[in-house]
């Protein structure tokens, strides 16, 4: 499948691979739009999905290499949250099967986002989750700011999302964020043995209990999306952005200015 995205399907569950290994599986607008149409494939032929990521690590989040747009007065950023992005959450959270998120190694800013949106979260002891928005003159978006804050509470979203403090797989598991801790040799019959109960199970029962979870909050996260373009959008035009993605494409600590 173009847009760096493998598929899979096995006795009735669908596995879906971000494999771009060589940026970490760094997101793109294209595998974006890629993904969504693997979720759609997988919702109508499988009774559960599996996502996780190919090479070292889980998501690197949005690929910001060179051929990314450059923030600046002209750019808009929060346009890729609205046309690719936002949808690929929304469509995450629509899905009446179950979704497990598989992860390892470094989760960071959408990435973390995609981890969270599983039902099911199972993740390798060397996994670790990174938020790094700020340092980027940015705002946290594609939902991160609701799902840590939802998942943490506001304190411990804030040592993300303020002071780019990592949270560790076990941090996680203690702190009741993922599912299951499991060690990196044990991570795959951990989920294929989930996966395959969650496939013999009551598919309708399992849709209904996702819907009745997101309807105790719903409106939220789609509040939080919006607001999140918006933010984007202002900040991508700001002179710490600009300087935020310059120092990260240059691999140096940026200079900000607070302006």
Same mark, same amino acid.
């Given at each position: 499948?173009?847009?760096?995205?493998?598929?899979?399907?096995?006795?009735?569950?669908? +596995?879906?691979? #971000?494999?771009?290994?060589? +940026?970490?599986?760094?997101?793109?607008p294209a595998m974006a739009q890629a993904l969504i149409e693997a979720l759609d494939h997988a919702e109508e032929q499988a009774r559960v999905i599996v996502l996780r990521g190919a090479g070292r690590g889980f998501c690197s989040g949005a690929n910001l290499g060179d051929d990314?747009?450059?923030?600046?007065?002209d750019v808009d950023g929060g346009d890729?949250?609205?046309?690719?992005?936002?949808? !690929?959450?929304?469509?995450?959270?629509? #899905?009446?099967i179950p979704l497990v998120t598989q992860v390892h190694g470094p989760v960071v800013g959408l990435g973390v986002s995609l981890a969270l949106m599983g039902d099911?979260?199972?993740?390798s002891t060397d996994?670790?989750? #990174?938020?790094?928005?700020?340092? !980027?003159g940015l705002a946290p978006d594609s939902g991160a700011s609701f799902l840590l804050t939802r998942t943490l509470g506001r304190a411990g979203a804030m040592n993300m999302l303020l002071l780019g403090q990592?949270?560790?797989?076990?941090?996680?598991?203690?702190?009741?964020?993922?599912?299951?801790?499991?060690?990196?040799?044990q991570l795959q019959a951990a989920v294929d043995e989930i996966a395959r109960t969650l496939a013999a199970g009551p598919t309708l029962a399992f849709a209904a209990a996702k819907r009745?979870?997101?309807?105790?909050?719903?409106?939220? #996260?789609?509040?939080?999306?919006? !607001?999140?373009?918006?933010?984007?959008?202002? !900040?991508?035009?700001?002179c710490d952005c600009v300087e935020g993605i310059a120092a990260f494409r240059e691999r140096r600590a940026p200079r900000f200015l607070g302006r």
């Open positions: 499948m173009p847009g760096h995205i493998h598929a899979d399907l096995t006795n009735d569950v669908a +596995t879906l691979v #971000l494999d771009d290994p060589a +940026t970490l599986n760094g997101m793109t990314a747009a450059t923030p600046g007065q890729v949250l609205e046309r690719h992005y936002n949808p !690929l959450i929304r469509r995450i959270r629509a #899905l009446r099911v979260i199972v993740a996994a670790y989750f #990174l938020a790094p928005f700020a340092k !980027l990592r949270l560790s797989a076990a941090e996680a598991a203690e702190k009741g964020v993922i599912n299951r801790l499991m060690e990196p040799d009745l979870s997101w309807a105790a909050v719903e409106g939220a #996260l789609d509040e939080d999306l919006d !607001l999140q373009r918006r933010i984007q959008g202002e !900040l991508s035009r700001s």
